[in-house]
């Protein structure tokens, strides 16, 4: 499978993009981009425990090289270890970087903005950041960030959890009674999940094609405490970052 990866445009730091044969953002099918087998750690760690983990995860994605097209990037909440770990797996060979911990980061907004940043800074333009399992109202902001895919199962693992995912909130179905919609199998759940993916990230590309992205991601900016304070610390914090890829008309 061809896994090189092409920017097609940007809009701002999101980057619409081209990975074979599907456009980005997209969900990354790990049935076919292959995922080097890493050493997991916690986020909120000692910092000789998440060296550790850096080593031993560098150390098995040489080992898989052959095998797999992805390795994770990891590092806890130390950004100098992640930068470190990414570039050695740039040099071994890999342009597909998934970034660990991203439930904690979501929780820590600065942290998120810092990484991505300073990922997006440090490592090739030919390679790809992956985020891993990102409700659907958080992808546009994501995607705005510079992500440029979302691993798969996203649908399959708020189905399990009977949640039911729309472009602005996820709903606990023990909790929401959305009635109009009836009683919902644990089939069409899923099915309306993968819809709501598919249909958040079409909608993220075509906005980047129209150079509207920043406008859905304002918009989306109010669904979440977390998507509000992301938005914020980007715009405070980088406007260097964004300035160097948004178009002046």
């Given at each position: ?15 619409l993009g081209k990975l074979g044969n599907i456009l980005t953002p997209n969900i990354i099918d790990e049935n076919i981009y ?110 705005y960030l510079g992500i440029d895919g979302f691993l798969s199962g996203i649908d399959e693992y708020y189905s399990y959890l ?66 509000i304070s992301v938005l914020r610390m980007l715009d405070k914090n980088h406007q260097n970052y964004l300035e160097k890829y948004?178009?002046?008309?």
């Amino acid at each position: 499978m061809k896994s090189e990866f092409e920017i097609k445009a940007h809009d701002g730091p999101g980057r619409l993009g081209k990975l074979g044969n599907i456009l980005t953002p997209n969900i990354i099918d790990e049935n076919i981009y292959k995922i080097a087998e890493d050493e997991s750690c916690a986020y909120n760690i000692e910092r000789e425990i998440a060296e550790w983990s850096v080593r031993r995860t560098i150390d098995k994605a040489a080992e898989q090289k052959e095998n797999c097209k992805i390795a994770i990037i990891q590092g806890s909440k130390y950004v100098d270890l992640r930068i470190h770990c990414a570039k050695k797996l740039e040099n071994i060979g890999y342009n597909g970087l998934i970034i660990a911990n991203g439930d904690d980061l979501i929780l820590h907004p600065r942290d998120l903005v810092e990484l991505i940043v300073t990922l997006r800074d440090n490592i090739k333009p030919s390679s790809y950041l992956i985020f891993p399992f990102a409700e659907s109202s958080f992808i546009p902001l994501l995607s705005y960030l510079g992500i440029d895919g979302f691993l798969s199962g996203i649908d399959e693992y708020y189905s399990y959890l009977n949640v039911m995912m729309t472009p602005t909130k996820n709903y606990d179905l023990d909790v929401y009674q959305i009635e109009e919609l009836g009683e919902l199998s644990q089939k069409d759940l899923l099915n309306y999940n993968k819809h709501t993916i598919n249909f958040v990230l079409k909608e993220v590309r075509e906005h980047m094609k129209n150079g509207t992205l920043r406008n859905l991601v304002e918009e989306r900016s109010v669904t979440s405490p977390q998507n509000i304070s992301v938005l914020r610390m980007l715009d405070k914090n980088h406007q260097n970052y964004l300035e160097k890829y948004t178009q002046l008309y």
